[in-house]
């Protein structure tokens, strides 16, 4: 990822996920290639996490965890002011001694900002080289109504919009240094999607069928010619597969 700060967001921490089933997440993941992190005891309820290096998914059996993309903030009440001014309003704010401090929102087109005071498990040892069966990891692709309104409030918290209208879905890429999100009209992505590329896709679809896993979501319009795979995770998380762009 490109050397840009997020320093007024903090750093990432997981997109977190909603995971009825916590045990089929893991297993699903596991046959990716991905590696679960010891977790602390922030959370009261069951959660799990896996990383593949370079993105950490934080499986949650708890209701109130839609898909979130989760950052920490040290000292989380000191810097509460300046979040009020850049935010339309929070979702929630957990805050005192007696709990653990957390904040919310939802960017322009609905998805939600989850903001903590320290982490919540250990920092995996699992190198970043060490990729998953699904590849390279890039991004966090949302689906954006108003693009444009929605790179202005990722580039207020220190992110950098950078258009990409040549890719294989034209989308804004919003950069920092600890994660990229980018923003994809809602008629190509219909949720939070983890997006990866390969090197060499038929290689890719014969190793995840070899370990039992298959295709199973919607290709959007302008990739269903290309090489491009869509996978759904047990809890619903969409994970899109593509061969690298010639550069």
């Known amino acids: 990822m490109q050397e840009y700060s997020d320093r007024l967001l903090g750093r990432f921490l997981e997109l977190s996920i909603l995971a009825p089933d916590i045990q089929a997440s893991l297993n699903f993941y596991g046959k990716l290639g991905f590696s679960e992190a010891a977790v602390g005891e922030a959370w009261t309820h069951p959660y799990a996490v896996l990383t593949d290096g370079r993105i950490c998914l934080g499986l949650h059996q708890q209701s109130d965890f839609a898909p979130s993309t989760t950052f920490v903030m040290p000292d989380l009440l000191q810097h509460l002011d300046g979040f009020a001014q850049l935010v339309h309003r929070f979702e929630f704010r957990r805050l005192g001694n007696d709990v653990f401090n957390e904040i919310g929102w939802l960017d322009p087109s609905g998805h939600l900002i989850r903001l903590v005071e ?130």
């Open 118 to 247: 320290a982490r919540t498990f250990s920092p995996s040892k699992r190198k970043a080289a060490d990729e998953s069966l699904c590849g390279y990891f890039r991004e966090i692709g949302l689906p954006t109504a108003s693009q444009d309104t929605a790179k202005a409030h990722w580039e207020q918290f220190g992110f950098v919009g950078i258009d990409e209208p040549d890719s294989m879905l034209p989308h804004i890429s919003c950069t920092s240094d600890t994660i990229d999100i980018g923003l994809y009209e809602p008629a190509h992505l219909q949720g939070p999607t983890l997006i990866f590329e390969v090197g060499d896709f038929d290689e890719t679809l014969a190793r995840l069928d070899a370990n039992g896993i298959k295709p199973d979501g919607r290709l959007p319009g302008p990739l269903r010619r290309m090489s491009a795979a869509v996978l759904t995770a047990p809890e619903g998380t969409s994970i899109l597969i593509a061969a690298e762009q010639p550069i």
